[in-house]
């Protein structure tokens, strides 16, 4: 659920805009935020597809480290051509 939180600051959203991206209330990302636990897997999902969808990558953990977020680069040819 940090992550959530990482990605949000990431693409440089508000609670509220990231909310209206995923389709969810704001209340439902304070509580994805504070890793509350009666949270719905759907709701969660609609916030990381919000995510994903602004170039949000998010990162597995392994033995040595905890998950992660990240931006995804696009090939500069692409970034030219925009």
Request: with cysteine; hydrophobic share 45%.
């Amino acid at each position: 659920m940090i992550a959530l939180r990482a990605g949000r600051a990431l693409l440089g959203l508000s609670q509220e805009e990231l909310a209206g991206l995923a389709g969810v209330s704001r209340q439902i990302v304070v509580r994805i935020e504070k890793c509350e636990t009666n949270v719905l897997v759907e709701s969660i999902e609609k916030v990381r597809a919000a995510l994903e969808a602004g170039g949000v990558a998010f990162i597995e953990g392994s033995g040595d480290r905890g998950p992660g977020v990240a931006m995804i680069r696009r090939p500069r040819a692409m970034a030219q051509t925009e």
